[in-house]
Nanobody
Framework: QVQLVESGGGLVQAGGSLRLSCTAS????????MGWFRQAPGKEREFVAG????????LYADSVKGRFTISRDNAKNTMYLQMNSLKPEDTAVYYC?????????????????WGQGTQVTVSS
């Protein structure tokens, strides 16, 4: 198992920016593909962005493409999500997930390690 801790959430006005971090411990971070998911009240958890174990490949949901950037620093066991041009519909609890895999994984059910989540609220 790998333990994950998210940070960086908060309240921001529409058009603003936030950077989320996800720090991992317990296993070799560079063996895991990572992803960001989010869950709004009354909705299912959805894929936001994913990154391969090396960091060379990324994938984004259409709703965030061009506004969000996922990255990772394997030397620091940390993954990031830079969120720009935030919209009220981005409001959700954001979770980071990890799965032992080389390539990007976008399927929620394949992830078997999760953080506790961090709240992002975008006001209009």
């Amino acid at each position: 198992q790998v333990q994950l801790v998210e940070s960086g959430g908060g309240l921001v006005q529409a058009g603003g920016s936030l950077r989320l971090s996800c720090t991992a411990s317990g296993r070799t971070f560079s063996n895991y593909a990572m992803g960001w998911f989010r869950q709004a009240p009354g909705k299912e958890r959805e894929f936001v962005a994913g990154i391969s174990s090396s960091g060379y490949s990324t994938l984004y949901a259409d709703s965030v493409k061009g506004r969000f950037t996922i990255s990772r620093d394997n030397a620091k066991n940390t993954m990031y999500l830079q969120m720009n041009s935030l919209k009220p519909e981005d409001t959700a609890v954001y979770y980071c997930g990890a799965v032992r895999n080389f390539g990007v994984v976008a399927t929620l059910l394949r992830y078997d390690n999760w953080g506790q989540g961090t709240q992002v609220t975008v006001s209009s």
